[in-house]
């Protein structure tokens, strides 16, 4: 069954348009990243589902029922708020019951099921207590834990990490998934952190400018992004983009990187000529010293998270990001040789930056005939 | 043998000295900083490093000590005279200013001729990526291209000390590691000394050569990159530093059938040959009896024949895969630089390596061990 | 920095001395009068040593004004009755109108919402006998004229427009999430005004009942033009000492005295709730 669908969704501010024809369709119990920018639309997005915000245009059903026109209190969902949200004059235990005070619950339904969750939550010894004296992660787990108090079929979490410290947030990224699926509801998770995004969801749906450019698992994502945006914003370090004109000779496609092939492999036969884009990622390329090298000169080594970072420049003045498990040899400062592994590269068409998709033309050629 | 650019001399910072709401920012900091080096000051928020920085530019008197810069004592030096270099965590560009006055503007003082300063704003901008706007005013960039701004003003100046604070918090995360490398390569190309304050430990990590970790004022390790991840002072350290945090446990070491033994939670027990330990290091360990145990999850290797955990989450990140598993009565993280397929409730066999164990008392957090040698 | 030397302790110790001596000298002068006779005010020069004398506040309180010409009645606690009757009847009607109205304002931005607020503010810039003139004449005719309602409705141009410019700043200022958040959470529209929007608003709307009742109590012209010796409030009724024989100095100031207590009193209670704010502190900016 589908958990939520959303056709045709638009939504403008004066001249504005933030979200402009939106359909996507997630099935029931599937966790959905919105992923992008800031200004992309994603939180208003999940406003209109919340029904905190009316769209101009558009439908929105949740569990298959239309709730396009029913107020927030009748959607049955719970949201988590990237501010927290809390009602500052009642307690953590207050805000956690708010949604099972307004299914007039028993009292003791209420305490136990405020309980239960705040277990579940860590937070059961601070319930007492005033949001103001909570530390932050506290009370972003007071927040989730009243957006979860409920038991709703429909989770909106907008970006619930972002103000809280780097080792709480990897600490909730773990343990995340685990609460989720036992909740066993549909999940709209907004977040501008590509790792949230790829350790959480099942598919991710990229906006950008009020639009979805692509909405795939996040394999599809980082291995074949279908914009070069897409690639930019995936990975870290970033990766790198490479200006460049495929060629084709007897041994195949190709492009020249300091006058040194980087084979393309067949299915570019489109590229050709064209001025491309080619995006490879920092853990692809690796110092080599055989004569089909790269060239390039050491800037600088940077190291990152338990790898090290290298900037070379190539002979044109190119700038190249390398990246390789901290504590593997490192090559000597000055000049080095470098390898790209073009099968993990990816093609993007200048003037669009769509990506080129291998054996596209080729598929196109059969559809024609 | 380099020479000391900075010292930091018994350094006391305190607010409010004679009310009862008197707060110790900065505790006895002794710091010295060789010429050409980055060194950077790294801290979660209220650790001090601000107030630090704040009384080497000379915003903040010092409560006690002494700070000599090139030989000068300048902690009762006016700002300005100081001869040091800052770019500001707010962007502090003047609004009225294009983004080229803004960054000739710190050239001023220096009085040097026009197409010289027009060549080196030219070339900072060309480092920062931010030719395109030098001509347009502070209101009307972005919040990242504001900041690279900021950063080229400090960087353009010819200073005794560069002072660099969050340098790079609002930076276009596309933009991270170029940037990174080409300022690192700037700064050491020009032997400048720089000091970064800043909260983020990948910054810290990427750009210095030796991090000064502060926590309560005091500092706490001061050493390379590379030392404190091998080889933490104490369990704060240890824990700070590492990206994912280091796993800990608490355990109690004993001798079992000739096998060195540590007892976790939940009747778990890594076995190790007595060998890998230094003999004067068992004794001292089992005279302790109760230990904690610090592990770094890029060191938790997964093997068949290993303590049995269970996985709770296994999150592919495209370079890397981060596996939180059950273990020993709590978690513990695994992290490898390839993919591995796991679901949630698959059983997993957890190993750690003696070489890859950190020891540290369970009282006071002091380090006794690295990997099987004394701390 | 936080070194302060002994001479700027000094100066700055002076200079609020000054300030403080500045606005405080006329209230202090008043109290002082209120416990004077007629001839030791006036005397010349003026001098701060004096019999005290409660006959003032004897007079205002019985009612009986003995000047040389006579005795005289006078209406003073009358006055002082109907200053609390229409003070704290404007506020509250101005209270029930007034915040479902700013709330509406602060919520809903339509066509012309900015217009109607700003409108309604306007009255405040306009001098009070613009209105007041052709109101009488209304007044009259329906028969409002020297009436309770018809005086609390008036005072609205006074209460109304405070009460909504200042408690719409308040709502404007909670964050919209809380209240979405208590509305996803199941909760109506209604519920979410009481429970969430009413005590979040709460020091605000506190403080502009407190300045509109300060407004009220002080206003003049309305009851001058507009009410009858029962109706007229304190600020009104005070006219009665300038008699034929002379103006009581001392009986006015006592009046004054009277008149501003409640007022101070408020004030004085009410300070918390204005300092305490909306700060709570759950919403990060």
């Known amino acids: 069954m589908s958990g939520l669908t959303i056709s045709n969704l638009t939504k403008r501010y004066k001249s ?90 028993g009292r003791e339904k209420i305490r136990s099921g405020v309980e239960a969750v705040a277990k579940l939550l860590k937070i059961d010894h601070v319930l007492s207590h005033a949001p103001k004296a909570l530390s932050n992660g506290q009370k972003q787990r007071t927040a989730l834990a009243r957006a979860l108090a409920a038991q709703p079929k429909m989770l909106l979490l907008d970006d619930p990490l972002r103000n809280v410290d780097a080792k709480l947030r990897f600490e909730m990224r773990l343990e995340l998934p685990r609460l989720l699926s036992e909740q066993g509801a549909t999940v709209i998770y907004v977040t501008q952190d590509y790792k949230e995004a790829m350790a959480l969801a099942d598919k991710i749906a990229v906006l950008v400018e009020g639009r979805i450019i692509q909405m795939g698992t996040p394999e599809d994502i980082y291995l074949r992004p279908a914009d070069i945006r897409i690639a930019e914003q995936f990975g870290d370090p970033a990766i790198n983009l490479l200006e460049v004109t495929p060629e084709r000779d007897a041994q195949g496609n190709f492009v020249s990187l300091s006058k040194k092939r980087v084979e393309l492999g067949p299915g570019y036969d489109s590229a050709v000529g064209r001025p491309c884009i080619l995006g490879v990622r920092p853990e692809a390329i690796g110092f080599s010293g055989g004569a089909e090298a790269i060239e390039v000169t050491i800037e600088a080594e940077t190291p990152f998270n338990e790898k090290t970072v290298t900037l070379a420049t190539t002979k044109g003045g190119r700038e190249i990001l390398i990246s390789r498990p901290a504590g593997t040899p490192a090559p000597a400062s000055g000049t080095a040789g470098i390898d790209i592994d073009a099968s993990a590269a990816v093609l993007f068409d200048q003037e669009t930056g769509r990506r080129i998709e291998p054996g596209s033309d080729k598929t196109r050629a059969r559809d024609a005939a | 043998m380099s020479d000391t650019a900075l010292d930091l001399q018994a350094v006391n910072k305190i607010y409010n000295p004679r009310s009862r709401q008197a707060v110790h920012a900065v505790r006895d900091l002794d710091l010295k900083v060789d010429a050409g080096e980055i060194v950077a000051l ?15 530019a000379g915003f903040e008197a010092v409560t006690s000590g002494a700070i000599v810069l090139a030989g000068r004592p300048i902690h009762t030096l006016a700002p300005a005279r100081r001869r040091v270099a800052m770019a500001f965590e707010g962007y502090s560009l003047y609004p009225p200013l294009t983004v080229r006055e803004n960054i000739a503007f710190a050239l001023k003082s220096e009085r040097i001729d026009q197409t010289e300063a027009t060549a080196r704003v030219d070339e900072i901008a060309r480092l920062l990526d931010i030719t395109s706007i030098l001509d347009r005013y502070p209101s009307s960039i972005s919040g990242g291209q504001q900041q690279r701004a900021g950063l080229g003003r400090a960087l353009i100046r010819k200073a005794d000390l560069h002072l660099l ?31 970064l304050v800043t909260h983020d430990q990948t910054e810290a990590n990427a750009l210095a050569d030796r991090i000064a970790v502060m926590e309560d004022g005091e500092l706490q390790q001061f050493d390379t990159p590379d030392v404190l ?30 096998r060195f033994v540590f007892r976790l939670g939940d009747g778990v027990r890594l076995a190790y040959d007595p060998g890998a330990f230094r003999p004067d290091l068992r004794e001292t360990i089992l005279a302790r009896g109760r230990v904690t145990l610090g592990v770094r ?68 957090g002091a380090a006794i061990s690295h990997g099987g040698a004394p701390a | 920095m936080e070194h302060t030397s002994a001479l700027e302790r000094v100066l700055r110790g002076a200079a609020l001395s000054a300030v403080v001596l500045f606005f405080m ?27 005290p004398t409660l006959s003032n506040y004897v007079a205002l309180i019985t009612g009986r004004l003995e000047t040389q010409a006579g005795s005289l009645d006078i209406d003073f606690m009358r006055n002082l009755m109907n200053s609390v009757i229409l003070s704290v009847s404007s506020v509250a009607l101005a209270l029930v109108l007034g915040v479902p ?35 009488t004449l209304y007044f009259q005719q329906i028969g409002l004229a020297d009436t309770y309602v018809g005086l609390v409705w008036v005072y609205q ?24 958040a208590y509305r996803i959470a199941g909760h109506g529209w209604g519920a979410t005004f009481m429970k969430i929007a009413l005590p979040l608003a709460g020091p605000g709307i506190a403080a502009a009942g407190l300045l509109a009742f300060i407004f009220a109590w002080n206003n003049f012209i309305f009851a001058l033009v507009l009410a009858s010796a029962d109706k007229q409030p304190v600020t009104v009724g005070a006219l009665a000492f300038v008699t034929a024989s002379g103006i009581q100095y001392g009986q006015i100031a006592a009046a004054v005295v009277l008149s501003i207590a409640p007022t101070l009193a408020l004030a004085l209670y009410a300070q918390r709730y204005l300092v305490e704010g909306l700060s709570l502190g759950a919403v990060k900016g």
Not at chain 3, 109 to 123: Q, V, W, Y
Request: hydrophobic letters at 45%.
């Open chain 2, 165 to 195: 604070d969050e340098p790079m918090g609002q930076l276009e995360p596309q933009l991270r590691a170029h940037l990174r490398g080409r300022i690192k390569h700037f700064i050491k190309e020009r032997g400048l000394t720089a000091i």
């Open chain 3, 101 to 135: 109205a700013a709330y509406a304002f602060a919520r809903h931005k339509f066509r012309g919402s900015e217009d109607i607020a700003f409108t309604l503010l306007s009255f405040r810039f306009a001098p009070p006998l613009l209105v007041l003139l052709p109101l």
């Open chain 3, 157 to 180: 141009l006074i209460c109304l427009p405070l009460i909504l410019w200042i408690v719409r700043g308040y709502f404007e200022d909670i964050s919209p999430d809380v209240e979405h």
């Open chain 2, 42 to 56: 790294l801290g979660s928020s209220g650790c001090g490093k601000t107030s630090t920085l704040r009384m080497i």
């Open chain 1, 16 to 105: 504005d348009t933030v979200l402009d024809d939106i359909s996507l369709e997630i099935a029931e119990g599937e966790t959905l990243v919105l992923f992008g920018p800031s200004g992309a639309g994603k939180t208003v997005l999940l406003r209109c589902i919340a029904g905190a915000v009316d769209p101009e245009a558009g439908t929105i059903a949740i569990g298959g029922t239309d709730m396009t026109d029913v107020p927030p209190e009748g959607r049955g969902v719970g949201m988590a708020f990237q501010n927290f949200a809390l009602f500052p004059h009642m307690t953590a235990f207050d805000n956690i019951a708010s949604p099972l005070t307004a299914r007039r619950f």
């Open chain 3, 25 to 51: 000298f006329p209230i202090f002068w008043i109290v002082l009068m209120s416990f004077q006779t007629n001839e030791t005010i006036l005397r010349s020069p003026p001098s701060m040593v004096f019999e």
């Open chain 2, 229 to 258: 991840r091998q080889r933490p002072a104490n369990l704060f350290t240890g824990t700070f530093i590492g990206e994912p945090p280091m796993n800990v446990f608490d355990a109690d070491a004993a001798e079992e059938d000739a």
């Open chain 2, 297 to 364: 999850p890029h060191s938790v290797r997964i093997a068949d024949d290993g303590a049995e955990a269970t996985v709770d989450a296994s999150q592919w990140l495209g370079d890397q895969t981060h596996i939180a598993a059950r273990f020993a009565g709590t978690s513990i993280v695994s992290v490898r630089h390839d993919r591995m397929r796991l679901e949630r409730g698959d059983t997993i066999g957890v190993r750690v390596a003696p070489e890859d164990l950190h020891l540290f008392d369970t009282a006071t």
